[in-house]
């Protein structure tokens, strides 16, 4: 499990995994249900995807989001 820590992080671990199974960014889009647009400034660390978007892009990758406390 990778500890993400700012959207920078999130970015490339987004892009990484899309690479990995061999997607686009439009074959991502299409089947996130999300528009080109938000993946693209997702990867380049420009958007603030809602958290339905978020969810939506992540489980079209296979990723999931943990939320723990702090230590």
């Known amino acids: 499990m990778h500890l993400l820590l700012n ?4 970015a490339e671990e987004v892009r ?4 990995l199974l061999g997607m686009t960014q439009m074959e991502l889009a299409e089947v ?5 647009r938000s993946v693209k400034l ?3 660390g420009q958007a603030n995807p809602t958290f ?3 969810n ?3 489980d079209a990758l296979g990723l999931q989001l943990i ?5």
């Open 67 to 71: 939320i723990r406390r702090k230590q």
């Open 42 to 44: 997702l990867e380049a």
């Open 56 to 58: 939506q892009l992540l």
């Open 32 to 36: 996130a249900a999300v528009s080109l």
């Open 7 to 10: 959207i920078s992080e999130l």
């Open 16 to 19: 990484q995994q899309r690479q």
């Open 52 to 54: 339905k978007q978020l």
